[in-house]
C-alpha cells in the first residue's frame, strides 16, 4: 500500500537527485563553479545538460532485488546572478528569498553568519567581495577517480564546444571525496544524523522543509519563485498552488525545486589537537592522551568513532557509531553530552531551554537540513590511530605539526529556506554564546561570539579579529569546568547561495 505522503512518481522524476540522496556510493566529487557570458548560447547549453541532470527518481531493481545504482550524478544549480545572467527578468527574481537575492557574501549575511576576521569574504577565494560572482555550478559525482575524471572533461568539452557561452571562474574547479571510515579531517565519523524525509521515505520531516512546494512542518506551503503566466505560454511550469499567491495565472517556478548552500571550509586540524592536548595539559594529563580525546569528543558531541556521548558518555562504542535515534530528555544539564557541544547545538532534540520536550522538538525538526558535504584535501594523519591503543594515539597527538596543505569541508545542505534553516542554526545556535541558557559559549567547531564589526559595506582587512573568543562549559556538579579562549578550528574560504531548478523549471530556463 502506498503511504501517502510518499511523493508520486512524477514528481520524483522533477526532482533533482542531490535533494534525495548524498550518493554515498559515488565517493568521488567535482564541483565547476562557472559565470554565464553569453546568455543565448549558455541557455543552449542548459538545455544540452537537461538529459544528463540525475534525478530524485527511485532506482530500478535488478532480478536479485538489489538496487541499481548509478556510476555517477550531474547535477545543475544557479545563484541569482546566475538567473540575471540568463536574462531571466528582475519580477522573478525579486520572488525568490531575499537571502537567495542578496548572496552569501553580503555584509549582512556574513555578519549573521560570523564571517569576520579570517573568514571575511573580502579574502574568500570564491565568491568574496574581489571574486568574479559565482553564477551556477555543475556537481558531479562519480563511483572511482578516473571515472570522476571523465566525466568532468566531458562537461569541461561541453562548456568549450558552447563556444564561451560560459567560463570557470578562477579556481572554479574544486574537488572533493568520501575518507575511509566517513570521518572528517579532525578525525571525527561525520555525514550522521540525517534527516529522513517523508517524500521520499514516507516518514520523517514534511518534504516542505527540503523542497518547494510542499507543506512544511508548520502545515504551510512556504513561498515560492514564480512567474507570469504570460511569460510561461508554453505551459512549462506548474500553476502555483500556494494560497497566498492569489493570482490564479502565475506558474511555480520553485516547485520541486530546493536551495543549496556552499561553504568552503578549511580546517586548522593541527591547531584542534594542539588546543585539546593543551587542555589536557592544564588539567594535569599531559601524559593522559585518553583525556585529549575525551576533551575534543565533548566538544564535538560524538567519539571520534561516531558514537554519541549522550548513548557512550565514557568511552567510544563501535557498536553505536551511526546511532541516532536518542533523545536529551534525561540529560538536561548536559553532564552526559555538553550543551554547548557542536552535534547537540546544531540538533539540540527535546532541549532547548526554557522549553519543554514537546516544543523543543518542534523547533528543532523545524530549522534541518539535508548535508551533501565531501571533504578536500589530504589527511594531516590516520584518523583510525584514534579509535586504535592509546599508546598509538598519544605521540600522534601531541607531535602532530601541520604540513602546509590545505584541507576541510565542502559543506553543501539542502532546504526549502535558507534563513530558516541554515542561517538560522549557524547564527541562533552555533554562534549564540547563550544557546540553551549559556553565557559564553558559542560553538566550539563553527561557531563565532559576537563582537566589534565593521558598518555594512566595509570590508575587513583578512586577518582582522571581530569576533571575541568563548569558551567551552563542561558541567561538573554545581560548578562548570572551562576551557580557556577557543581559537578558531574554521575558517570560511568562499560560498554561495543557489538553487537547484526542478526539470521543468530548467526546462523554462533555457526555453
Known amino acids: 500500500m502506498t503511504t501517502p505522503s510518499l511523493l508520486s512518481a512524477a514528481a520524483r522524476s522533477d526532482i533533482q537527485g542531490l535533494v534525495a540522496s548524498g550518493y554515498g556510493h559515488l565517493p568521488w566529487a567535482s564541483y565547476l563553479f562557472f559565470q554565464i557570458q553569453n546568455p543565448e548560447r549558455a541557455r543552449t547549453w542548459l538545455e544540452d545538460r537537461i538529459p544528463e541532470v540525475t534525478t530524485a527518481a527511485p532506482w530500478p531493481r535488478g532480478p536479485d532485488g538489489e538496487r541499481i545504482k548509478p556510476r555517477e550524478a550531474v547535477n545543475v544549480a544557479l545563484s541569482a546572478p546566475g538567473l540575471k545572467a540568463l536574462k531571466v527578468p528582475t519580477s522573478v527574481i525579486c520572488t525568490f528569498s531575499p537571502e537567495f537575492q542578496e548572496r552569501m557574501a553580503h555584509p549582512d549575511r556574513a555578519a549573521k553568519l560570523g564571517d569576520d576576521g579570517e573568514s571575511h569574504p573580502s579574502g574568500w577565494e570564491l565568491d568574496g567581495y574581489s571574486n568574479p560572482r559565482i553564477h551556477g555550478a555543475l556537481i558531479l559525482h562519480g563511483a572511482t577517480e578516473e571515472g570522476t575524471e571523465e566525466l568532468v572533461q566531458r562537461q569541461l568539452e561541453a562548456m568549450d564546444r558552447a563556444s564561451e557561452a560560459l567560463t570557470l571562474v578562477p579556481d572554479g574547479r574544486q574537488e572533493g571525496t568520501i575518507w575511509a571510515g566517513h570521518v572528517e579531517p579532525f578525525g571525527f565519523r561525520d555525514g550522521i544524523a540525517q534527516p529522513r524525509v517523508q517524500g521520499f521515505h514516507g516518514e520523517g520531516v514534511p518534504t516542505g522543509e527540503f523542497v518547494l512546494g510542499y507543506r512544511n512542518h508548520y502545515g504551510i506551503i512556504p513561498p515560492s519563485p514564480v512567474v507570469p503566466g504570460r511569460q510561461d505560454p508554453g505551459g ?19 516547485r520541486n525545486g530546493s536551495y543549496l ?24 594529563g599531559e601524559d593522559e592522551p585518553e583525556l585529549a580525546l575525551r576533551i575534543a569528543s565533548l566538544c564535538v558531541g560524538r567519539w571520534p568513532g561516531g558514537a554519541p556521548l549522550e548513548l557512550a558518555p565514557h568511552e567510544d562504542d563501535p557498536s553505536l557509531s551511526d546511532a541516532d535515534d536518542f533523545l536529551y530528555g534525561s540529560d538536561p544539564e548536559g553532564r552526559r553530552c555538553p550543551l554547548g557541544s557542536h552535534v547537540r547545538r546544531t540538533n539540540p532534540r527535546d532541549v532547548i531551554h526554557p522549553y519543554g520536550p514537546e516544543a523543543s522538538l518542534r523547533m528543532s525538526r523545524a530549522h534541518r537540513m539535508l548535508r551533501r558535504g565531501r571533504i578536500y584535501g589530504r589527511p594531516l594523519f590516520d584518523p583510525q590511530r584514534l579509535k586504535g591503543p592509546v599508546s598509538e594515539a598519544g605521540p600522534l597527538l601531541r607531535d602532530l605539526q601541520d604540513d602546509g596543505e590545505s584541507r576541510g569541508l565542502h559543506f553543501l545542505s539542502v532546504e526549502a529556506e535558507i534563513a530558516g534553516q541554515f542561517e538560522f542554526i549557524q547564527q541562533s545556535w552555533c554562534n549564540n554564546p547563550r544557546f540553551n ?19 555594512p559595506g566595509t570590508p575587513s582587512a583578512p586577518g582582522r579579529t571581530g569576533h571575541t573568543p568563548g ?38 530556463l533555457a526555453d
Open 236 to 254: 512549462i511550469l506548474p500553476l502555483s498552488e500556494n494560497p497566498h499567491q492569489a493570482e490564479s495565472t502565475l506558474r511555480d517556478l520553485g
Open 471 to 508: 569558551v567551552m562549559s563542561f558541567p561538573r556538579g554545581p560548578v562548570q569546568d572551562r576551557t580557556a579562549p577557543l581559537p578558531h578550528f574554521v575558517t570560511t574560504r568562499g560560498g554561495a547561495y543557489l538553487f537547484l531548478p526542478s526539470l521543468r523549471a530548467l526546462h523554462w
Open 437 to 455: 541558557g549559556l553565557h559564553d559559549t558559542p560553538d566550539p567547531i563553527i561557531g563565532r561570539m559576537p563582537g566589534p564589526s565593521d558598518p
Open 261 to 284: 548552500v556552499y561553504r568552503k571550509l578549511e580546517q586548522d586540524v593541527a591547531g584542534f589537537w594542539r588546543f585539546m592536548v593543551q587542555e589536557a595539559g592544564r588539567r594535569g
